[in-house]
């Protein structure tokens, strides 16, 4: 189902095919609580390619090979000639001639295509400009793990433009959720995209609306989820998304309009006093921790299926 094949994005696999990455992400849980992690990447080498830094990617896909039994080579670009010039289709011919899958956090998405074309390995997404598929895999987990298989309702606050929310609009489409995005209307998702994201949902019976006001996005919801206003890359409009956010915090106030057991959720790194108040981050509804520890499963479970 699975072997060979590239990660990319989440809109590219069925919704059954995003399931059996969700079941064996559970069962990689399960093995690493019991000690008793199978070696299905005995022998596999597995480059791991960094454009921008990165904490929880970058321990959870490096510590996934290794306990798989493979070998992860971790590269940051600034020690590879790809930063002085060398083409990247030149990287990954490379690259691809001596390991068995490639991991890559690029600031252009296009990157993560070229990459795929020229290796002839399969190509990881690790976060792009549009997307973070492993991000959204470990939140689908983690609402699973407090809320069960239920259709549950997702507020997200914050950047309508932002790559974790493009993922998590996917993961809520293919497995029919309803997401409500709070944001200013000038930050609303690319067109094109939202558009397939769309068609999805009507196929599942997801819904996915937009609401200006946070209230009324996060009116009855189950988990409220926002990531930073001003992603990597994009510290030439900083002050500009600022300004268009300041009135799109998590704050406790607003946290008090989901239901009563609700989560908060950020997939990190978080600016505390920026699109979250410190109070909710650091509080008894914060799942930001479970978050990224669910990260390593999602990893072992992507690359033993598809490695
Ligand atoms: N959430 C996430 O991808 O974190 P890092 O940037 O630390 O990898
Ligand atoms: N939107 C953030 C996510 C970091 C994991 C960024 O791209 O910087």
Not at 126 to 151: C, K, V, W, Y
Not at 189 to 206: H, W
Request: proline residues 4%.
């Amino acid at each position: 189902m699975f072997r060979g094949r590239s990660l990319l994005c989440l809109l590219d696999f069925e919704t059954h095919e995003i399931e059996k990455m969700l079941d064996v992400s559970f069962i990689m849980k399960n093995y690493v609580y019991h000690n008793n992690v199978p070696s299905s990447l005995s022998g596999k080498r597995v480059a791991l390619l960094f454009e921008k830094p990165s904490t929880r990617t970058r321990v959870s896909t490096e510590l996934a090979v290794s306990m798989l039994g493979g070998i992860p080579i971790v590269l940051n670009k600034q020690d590879l000639q790809w930063s002085r010039g060398e083409p990247i289709e030149d990287t990954g011919r490379v690259i691809g001639r001596v390991v068995n899958g490639i991991g890559a956090r690029v600031l252009n998405h296009l990157t993560l295509v070229k990459l795929k074309e020229s290796s002839g390995v399969p190509v990881f997404n690790l976060l792009s400009d549009l997307s973070h598929p492993l991000q959204a895999l470990a939140d689908l987990m983690t609402i699973r793990e407090r809320f069960g298989n239920n259709l549950i309702k997702i507020a997200f606050v914050g950047d309508g433009t932002d790559n974790v929310l493009l993922s998590l609009m996917a993961i809520v489409a293919k497995l029919g959720l309803e997401l409500h995005i709070a944001t200013p209307k000038e930050l609303k998702p690319r067109e094109d995209l939202f558009k397939i994201i769309s068609e999805i949902a009507d196929d599942t019976g997801s819904v996915i609306e937009f609401h200006e006001d946070p209230y009324d996005a996060v009116r009855g919801v189950h988990v409220v989820y926002t990531d930073v206003w001003v992603s990597m890359g994009q510290e030439n409009i900083a002050e500009q998304k600022k300004k268009l956010l300041q009135n799109y915090r998590v704050t406790s106030d607003l946290m008090k309009y989901a239901v009563k057991d609700a989560i908060f959720m950020h997939c990190l790194p978080a600016n505390r006093g920026e699109e979250v108040e410190l109070e909710v981050i650091d509080g008894p509804k914060s799942a930001v921790w479970d978050q990224a520890e669910n990260r390593l499963y999602t990893a072992m479970a992507v690359f033993s299926l598809f490695i």
